[in-house]
Structure formats: structure tokens, C-alpha cells
């Protein structure tokens, strides 16, 4: 089957039909013939698109361009089909879908190509095809090269994203860039207003008033523009302290402005921004020298749990300078600072404020009360050992109340027991008091906290000697005395009282133990056989005793050279 040959007589008999005959149908028929044969014909093709034209044929011609753009090799030769098939489509079939698939089949080709472009967004519009014509003006937008041109299709495009789309963000993205190009074009600046308005977009409203601001020369507008600009961070934003700042700005255009003063004055009344506030307000105070004010916001920002510790400490001065250098109040002054300890009970420099005014008023009592309060209240060691010993000092030294004076200087050593000032402290209070037991407590921990050997004996020594003498505890004594020579074996007065206290029968056994071993070391054999005597007198054991006896006689004997003693003890 020869299928060129085929085509050939029907090329021929279409013509004839044309030519001949004026047969179109016919004509149109064999064309249509040869291409089941060949269906890659352009003449047959060619002639077809001719034909259905003719005959008005429209949807038949659109396919015959169609297919002639499929076959054609040359890309211009394309875009001139393409453009046929879609304008056959949009002005003769009425198939707008149709022509906007053949324009975007142009696109795909020469995605720059203006007509097309044109013809989609007026296709686009017309069928209501918002996405479609929403993506073609940007891509308009992107091939404009005149500033007119591209403020009309910001706009357009703003119109088709916000009205047809409710895509605000796009519309309000047009809008910014014809205001990155016109910054000062009015009718984008209003446009946008009115949608960030609408879409309670408050952060970039706040962007286009302070545009309005920038672009505004008259002072007084400026201000009412701040004033609206606070009062959306404040109310919708949740922005009080970036509120604040504008609030500022506005009193430095306007500085009697009551909106911001009143909407500052109400923010102090808010923990939260109750410091940066009051800051704005006190510079206003203080150059109207207005004490009241500055007194009331000082109480204000004492009053929070917040705020920086050193700034706090700074209100407690300013406003304790206030009561005692302008109002003449050294009550509300010692109120102030006896706060100011309470929040920084740590600080010595306000202790110190406060002993000054307790000294120019003779009110000791008063301060003993304030230390008082702090000392209940901390669970801190060193602070607890500090207003401890500071209380015992008033009591002593100021309100002579010797009791209470030796209560505080024990609490500061329970917190503190290295610390060998306040132990002698306390234990002056303590011998002037008459307080024996007391006294022993101290002399004993003084002997603990003491570094030298020798302090720590003497100490231990003086114990003793309180024991005995004041306390009638004997067996006490003799373990002090024992500590004693623990330490300072050769300490005198402790060997000559225990050697005292050999007579007391009950206390012969324990004194016979600290010794013994003593008198053995240092080869003291006339105390040590005197010693043993003692210790016969407390030992019932036959065994025991037989042994003391035969160290006696050994002592007496050979290391005393006294034959009679050592026959005394055999």
C-alpha cells in the first residue's frame, strides 16, 4: 500500500473539488481523507485552516492551527498560530477558556509576550478567574518598565487580591512596593491604612503613622499622631513599654499634654509598667519641683516587688532625702531607710543611715526594734550573725539591758562560732552579770575557736575555775583541767589543782588518769609513787592492788633510792 500515492490523488481531487467543481465540502472531505493517511500533511494542513475560514467553520479551523503549531518547527511560526487559535477562540467560537489555554500555550513559549499578557488579564477579569488574573499582573508588573505603569497595576492588583481574593497580605504587599518606589504616595499610605485598620494589623499601622509623622511639619500633629500611635500599643498591641516611649515622645512635642500624662500616670498604677512610666513622670516632677508627685511615684515604685535592686535602693535615698531635707521629717526619714532594709537587709550603708538618725533622736529603742524585725526574718547565717552581734552591742552599750545584750550575742554564735569577738563579747556581759553557766559556755567555745594551743589552755583553765568555784561541778572541772594539760602538759596551775583535788573521793579515779600517764612520761617517780598510793585507795582488786604495791616498792627502790618506802610498800 503506497500511502505517498494515496495522498497525492487525494491532494488532486481536493482541488478539483475546489477548482473545478467549487466544491468545498468535497474539497474539505478529501483534505481531511488525506490526512487519516498522512496526518502530518502542513499543505493539507494549510489548506484546511484556508477552507474552514472561508466556510466560518471556526472550531474546525482552530483545530487545523492547533495542530499546524504542533507540527512547526520554527518558534515564531508557532507564536503566530498560537495567537490565531486563541484570538479565533476568544472573538469568533466565544470560548474564553478556550483562548486562555492557547494564550498560556503562547506563555510557555514567550512568557514576556505583551499581547498575550494583555488579552489573559482582560480574559481573566471578565471570567472571573481572580487567582489567574492575580498572577498575571504580577507578572506584568514584573515586565513594566514605566513607573505609571506599575503603580496601575499595584493598585489593580491590590483591588483583585483584597476584594476578590481576601488575600489582604498580597494586596498590602502591592501597596509596600509602590511605596518602596513612591515613599511619599498618598493614596497607598491611605489604601494601606485603611486595611491594616480593617485587618487589625496594629504593628504596621504603626508603620504608616510614623510615615505620616516623617511626612507631617506642624508639631501639634505630630503629637496627636504619637498619642494615636501609644494608645494602639498599648491597647491592641499589648505594648506598654514601647506605649510609654511614644507617650514620652509626645509630652517632648507637647510637654502639657494631658492624654499622655494621664495615660502615663495610669500605666504607674500597673506592676508591670509601673518603673518605666514613673521614670518619664519624674523627669516632668523634677523640673516642676513638684515634691508631692515625686513622693507619690517614689511610694509607687517602693510599693512593687519588681524593679532593679539598686534602683530601688536609689528611690529609698531620694525619697528618705526628701522627708528629712524639704519636709523636715526625720520620723518618715528612719520609716523610709528601716524599708529600705527591709528589701536590702544585707546593705551596711543603710544600717548606718539608720543608727545616724537613731543617734540625732536618742531612739535606740526604736532601731533595736527595726534590727529585731530583720533578725526574725532572715534564713541567712552571716546575716542572722550580724544583726545579732549589732543588737547585742545596742543593748550593752546603748539601752543597758545586759540580759538581752548576752541573748543576741549567743544567737550571733550559734550562726557564728569561729567568731572570737563576739564570745568575748558575750562573755563580758556574762561576768558582769553574774551569769556562771552562761560564762562556762563561752570560756568552753572560746577554747574551741581558739587557733593557738596555748590561748585554748588558758581558756579551758579559767573554765575550770568557773566550774569549781562558781558552779560547784567538780567532775566538770577535772575534765576542763584534763583538756588543759592536753594541751599544755606542763601548765601549772592546772597540775597544782588537780593535785588539790586528790582529796576529793570522788573525783581520785579521773584525776588518777590525767596524771599518771603524765608523771610516767616525764619520769616524775616521786608524784607518780605518791599517785599510786592515791590510786591503792580506790582499787578493791587483791591482783590490782599486789601489783600498785610491788610499783611502789620498785619506784621507792631503784628510781628514788628509799629502801625503807619500798619495804613500807612491800
Known sequence: YDYDQ???VLARLAETHEAQRDDVGGAIGC???????????????????????SEERWVEQVKMIQRRAELADDEGVQLVLL???ASTLDE??????GAIAEFRNVLALADADAPALDALERLYEATKMWPELGQTLSRKLELATEQPERRRLRFAAADVYDGRLSDVYEAIANLSAQLDEAPDDDEALAYLQRLYEREAMWAELIEVLDQRIELSSDVVTQAELCFRLAQVLEDHLADAEAAIRRYADVLSRVADHGGARAA????TMNEDTLWSASEVLLSVYAREHAYDGLCTLYERQLGSDQGDHEVRLEVYRELATIHENNREDLDAAFLVWARALADAPERPEIRGQLERLAGQQGAWSKLASVFEERLEGTADGDLEFIYADELGRIYDQNLDDLAQAADKYRQALRVAEDEATALKKLASVCLRSESWTELAEVLERQSQVAEDESMQAEFLFQLADVREQKLSESPAAVEALREVLERQPGHGGAR????????????????????EPLFEDEDNYEQLAELLVHKLSITDDRFERAGLYARVAQLAEVELGDPLKALDAA
Request: proline content about 2%; hydrophobic content about 45%; cysteine-free.
Open 83 to 85: 495567537h490565531r487559535a
Open 31 to 53: 483534505w481531511n481523507r488525506l490526512l487519516e493517511v498522512r496526518d502530518d500533511d502542513l499543505h493539507a494542513l494549510a489548506e484546511l485552516d484556508r477552507l474552514y475560514e
Open 264 to 267: 502615663l500616670d495610669r500605666l
Open 496 to 515: 597544782s589543782a588537780l593535785w588539790r583535788l586528790l582529796g576529793n573521793d570522788g573525783l581520785r579515779s579521773d584525776i588518777i588518769v590525767v596524771l
Open 6 to 8: 494515496v495522498a497525492v
Open 92 to 97: 469568533k467560537v466565544g470560548d474564553p477558556e
